[in-house]
């Protein structure tokens, strides 16, 4: 048996199998036939070919669906995410990272605002026996069944604390966090989630989702450059060029770093206001836990905002892997506790 963590996010599907971790775009791409496979020069940086077929229809994912494909897909609805989006993007992340016809038992999550709707249906879509066809850089094509025994839906933030409580064996590693309250604040790219757990207890009243993620400070940015250059860019293609503070358009280079500056402080207040607000009668938490890819993004514009101690984020840990990281340890902790990590077969 296998277990999965998969981490299914607006902006990034992300996965690990406690050995080997994958991160790719959010984005699906219509199948084209490419006539040329191989790299132009050698030195160039490897692209990571993600290409599955799931019922009947191949899909180019990530980075090969924003390079290759004329009609691409991407959502920040959560119904339409769900229904359309889910089943491919957790079936190409679980084809590359465990072994044929191997059980698979997947733990995953929901934005805490979308949990109590969608958590049976996402179950039931991953839930079996799931025959795919896997297509490698080089155009060679493999039959693989994924079949997922278990599926445990859970709360999106709880990955994080689960990563922070839990070792590789999934078993308490820190007893002092399940004495204390912990606040915890995920900033992904379409929500933030907030929840706290006190003494390992779930609190309904600390828990929201809201629209604070980094797609709203995206949207702002897409909006100045198509002011100024009349090109409407996909927020899945700004991520690049926000983190290198420049982006260059029909040969034009617009410098990023002022606005970014800007909304990034922006959102990081809109985020601090809404913890103030949601945990005005938890003045009692002993630690504040930012998390995601958004939390290590806003992390130098929020922490001094908020009241409290807050727990620092590792410049050298990928902050985009907490939750998923999370998820599978949860999953040692559910199924095979104590068990060391076994090696994937090919």
């Known amino acids: 048996m296998e277990i999965l963590g ?19 775009k959010s984005v699906l791409g219509e199948e084209t036939d490419l006539q040329f496979r191989e790299k132009l020069l050698m030195g160039g940086e490897a692209e990571d070919h993600l290409q599955i077929e799931v019922d009947g229809k191949s899909y180019f994912l990530g980075e090969l669906a924003e390079r290759q494909s004329n009609v ?33 038992n997947l733990v995953t999550g929901l934005p805490i605002g979308h949990y109590r709707q ?33 599926v445990r839906v859970v709360p999106q933030p709880f990955g994080s604390l ?43 009243r600390g828990s929201r989702t809201t629209d604070s ?31 290198r503070g420049s982006i260059k358009i029909r040969g034009k280079e617009y410098d990023l770093k002022g606005i970014t500056e ?9 985020v601090a206001n809404e913890v103030d607000r949601l945990w005005v009668d938890d003045w009692d938490i002993d630690t504040m836990v930012v998390t995601g890819g958004g939390g290590a993004v806003l992390a130098k514009h929020l922490q001094p905002l908020l009241n409290g101690q807050v727990n620092p984020i590792e410049a050298a840990v990928d902050a985009r892997l907490n939750n998923v990281k999370g998820y599978w340890k949860f999953g040692k902790h559910l199924w095979a506790r104590g068990v060391a990590p076994s090696t994937a077969e090919g």
């Open 262 to 270: 800007q909304v990034f402080g922006q959102l990081a207040t809109a």
């Open 118 to 150: 969608h958590k049976d249906e996402l179950a039931k879509i991953l839930q079996g026996e799931h025959r795919v066809v896997v297509t490698d850089g080089e155009g060679k094509r493999q039959e693989k069944t994924v079949n997922v025994n278990k």
């Open 162 to 204: 689960f990563n922070l409580m839990l070792n590789d064996i999934g078993e308490l590693r820190d007893k002092r966090l399940v004495k204390e309250k912990i606040g915890i604040i995920d900033v992904g790219f379409r929500t933030s989630d907030y929840t706290v757990s006190d003494k390992m207890r779930y609190s309904e």
């Open 72 to 104: 691409r897909f991407f959502t920040l609805d959560q119904g339409q995410f769900i229904s359309s989006f889910a089943k491919v993007l957790a079936l190409a992340a679980a084809a590359r990272l465990v072994g044929g016809f191997i059980p698979v």
């Open 6 to 24: 998969i981490d299914i996010g607006f902006g990034f599907t992300k996965a690990s199998n406690g050995k080997d971790s994958l991160i790719f």
């Open 213 to 243: 993620g980094i797609a709203r400070a995206f949207s702002v940015i897409a909006g100045k450059l198509r002011e100024k250059s009349g090109i409407n860019i996909e927020l899945y293609r700004l991520y690049e060029a926000v983190e």
